[in-house]
């Protein structure tokens, strides 16, 4: 099956300080979903890319569509203390009887010092 | 609101008792989905539904059932098959007609089995 390989697996930074994680896969996505998940909680959507190519911004977050189809990157600017808990990936291939199944990588914990 | 609930939220169980995990949408979804938690791990696919009455296995259904009597609920239930339900179970909805479905998820229910 498909797999997603995350990293990385958790990140240590400073207040203020710029972040970047990425996924790559073995095979095509036709979308790529970036959550974030805080403790005991359920992840929450923070980005949606639909194109190879495409750069989208969410506030302080920006996430890339890779051109290949096979990776993607998530970069949070300006860290916060709240930005603390796990990232994950998600990607998503439109095809046969799995069109709505989404593969997750295993998240970046990111933990921000104040 | 429009929402994603899983009830209970913490649920303790004896080794070699069934467990039944309720998820219920009001976001009017097609689709809905289980998935398991487990530390430092990705989420992993129990079963997921496209329509009422039709439901499919994912990556690790074994030891668990699904029913999709209604399109608002999908309930998950953990048998005494299942060799190690101790997890975090998240329960997700999305859209079919958008091929590229964003995925919402509940709140979890955190099942530990003694």
């Known amino acids: 099956g498909q797999q997603l390989n995350q990293s990385p697996q958790s990140m240590f930074i400073q207040e203020g300080e710029d972040v970047s994680m990425n996924c790559t896969s073995s095979?095509?996505?036709?979308?790529w979903l970036w959550y974030k998940q805080d403790p005991g909680e359920g992840p929450v959507l923070l980005i949606a890319?639909?194109?190879?190519?495409e750069l989208t911004s969410n506030g302080r977050l920006t996430a890339q569509f890779g051109i290949t189809r096979k990776d993607s990157f998530l970069n949070i600017s300006a860290s916060i203390p709240s930005d603390v808990g796990i990232y994950f990936c998600?990607?998503?291939?439109?095809?046969?009887?799995?069109?709505?199944?989404?593969?997750f990588g295993k998240g970046t914990l990111l933990t921000v010092n104040p | 609101d429009g929402g994603i609930t899983q009830s209970p939220k913490y649920l303790f169980r004896k080794e070699g008792q069934n467990v039944t995990l309720s998820c219920e949408q009001n976001?009017?979804?097609?689709?809905m989905y289980w998935y398991r938690q487990d530390p430092g791990q990705g989420l992993r696919l129990i079963y997921y539904?496209?329509?009422?009455?039709?439901?499919q296995k994912g990556d690790i259904a074994e030891g668990y059932s699904v029913s999709r009597e209604k399109k608002e609920s999908f309930p998950l239930t953990v048998t005494s098959a299942q060799k190690n339900p101790t997890a975090f179970y998240l329960c997700?909805?999305?859209?079919?007609?958008?091929?590229?479905?964003?995925?919402?998820f509940g709140q979890g229910t955190r099942l530990t089995v003694v």
């Open positions: 095979s095509i996505f036709n979308t």
């Open positions: 976001l009017n979804h097609d689709a």
């Open positions: 998600a990607g998503q291939l439109h095809s046969g009887g799995s069109n709505y199944k989404l593969t």
């Open positions: 539904s496209q329509i009422v009455n039709d439901f």
């Open positions: 997700a909805s999305s859209m079919v007609y958008n091929l590229g479905a964003e995925a919402f």
């Open positions: 890319l639909y194109k190879a190519g």
